[in-house]
Every structure is written in structure tokens, then in C-alpha cells.
T-cell receptor, first 115, second 109 residues
């Protein structure tokens, strides 16, 4: 199984809502990532988890809160978002270790619209 | 981060023709990865290059890493409509991929 799944596919939320994005992989990968991608731009790294611990936070505003409940799951909790946060949110996973190829496998993404 | 510049930004290709997209860095890279993102899709890993002067082929795609490890290229022969999409190069350092802006390819049938 080389698939990363993400739910929901689409999400529309108001600025006062609280919602969560979910990501799951069963490839045994111990590194998981959240990216944000605006239209016609490359993906921008937001967070990295390694062995279920937050390894990298790319100075992301606190209205985005990641969580890694176990080695297969990754969540992104959203609260008090702004319209400029509307984007495609991509989850990815990769193997761990210097010797590993560390190709990142991306999920299909959640298309988020903040009204 | 490790910044790379990709050229051209857009590539319009006649079906059956060849084209090349380039990825350039001002600093020496330890590796470079290439990803393809179809319209409405997500990035898909294509290849990783590590060695100076490395050349790898995948069917009609040829990837090259420069001798100085400061540039990389992707050459596609006999372009097909399935080649449509945006091709990103991305040097990797630890967990971080520093994506270039991408080359968006359209194909005229």
C-alpha cells in the first residue's frame, strides 16, 4: 500500500469555526508532513513529525495546530482561520533515516475555503 | 533554505516533440528530487539524484545532475498528453524539501 489518504476532500468554514483535517498512511513511514499550497505555487512546508514528535514548525500561526496520535495518523486542527488561509493542504509521509531514499508520498489534499 | 530556480516557468510543447526543463542553484546541492503534479492533483515523486554527473532514465524521461551539483535537468522525449502537469525540482536537506517554482507543461495535440 503506497497510498496516503486525506479527509475531507473539500472543506468550507467560517472564520469562527473549528475544524480538523485528517491524514493516514500505512506504509510504515515514521516521518509525516503538512504542506500548504496556493494556486500556481509550490507546496510550502508547515510541520514535520518524526516518530510522532513534532520535529519542525515553520513558524506557522497558532491557529493551525498539528497532532500525531500514532505512527499512521496525522491531524491538523484549524481554529479562527483567515480568508488568506484558503489553500490546498497536503499531507505527506516518508521513510526515516539518512540511508533511506526519503521520497515523500503525498496525499490528494484537502481543498480548504475560509469565508 | 536551499533555493533553486526553475526555467522555463511555462513550456508549451507540440505532441511528439522533446523538451527540457532546468533547475539551477547558486550553491552546491547534496541531492535533488523531482516531482510531478498533474492539474488538480498532488505532487508525485519521480526520482532522486545524489551523485555528481548522475543520469537516470525512466522511459521517456531523462534526469541529470550536474557535475558541480549546482544544477539538474529533466528531458522528455516524444511528449505525450499524459506529460501535462507541473514539474518541481526540490533539493532535500534532512526533512525539508525546498521546492522550485515549477515548470508547467501544456501539450498541443
Amino acid at each position: 500500500d503506497t497510498e496516503v489518504t486525506q479527509t475531507p476532500k473539500h472543506l468550507v468554514m467560517g472564520m469562527t469555526n473549528k475544524k480538523s483535517l485528517k491524514c493516514e498512511q500505512h506504509m510504515g513511514h515514521r516521518a509525516m508532513y503538512w504542506y500548504k499550497q496556493k494556486a500556481k505555487k509550490p507546496p510550502e512546508l508547515m510541520f514535520v513529525y518524526s516518530y510522532e514528535k513534532l520535529s519542525i514548525n515553520e513558524s506557522v500561526p497558532s491557529r493551525f495546530s498539528p497532532e500525531c496520535p500514532n505512527s499512521s495518523l496525522l491531524n491538523l486542527h484549524l481554529h479562527a482561520l483567515q480568508p488568506e488561509d484558503s489553500a490546498l493542504y497536503l499531507c505527506a509521509s516518508s521513510q526515516e533515516g539518512q540511508g533511506a531514499r526519503m521520497a515523500q508520498y503525498f496525499g490528494p489534499g484537502t481543498r480548504l475555503t475560509v469565508l | 533554505g536551499q533555493q533553486v530556480m526553475q526555467i522555463p516557468q511555462y513550456q508549451h510543447v507540440q505532441e511528439g516533440e522533446d523538451f527540457t526543463t532546468y533547475c539551477n542553484s547558486s550553491t552546491t546541492l547534496s541531492n535533488i528530487q523531482w516531482y510531478k503534479q498533474r492539474p488538480g492533483g498532488h505532487p508525485v515523486f519521480l526520482i532522486q539524484l545524489v551523485k555528481s554527473g548522475e543520469v537516470k532514465k525512466q522511459k521517456r524521461l531523462t534526469f541529470q545532475f550536474g557535475e558541480a551539483k549546482k544544477n539538474s535537468s529533466l528531458h522528455i522525449t516524444a511528449t505525450q498528453t499524459t506529460d501535462v502537469g507541473t514539474y518541481f525540482c526540490a533539493p532535500r536537506r534532512d526533512y525539508k524539501l525546498s521546492f522550485g517554482a515549477g515548470t508547467t507543461v501544456t501539450v498541443r495535440a
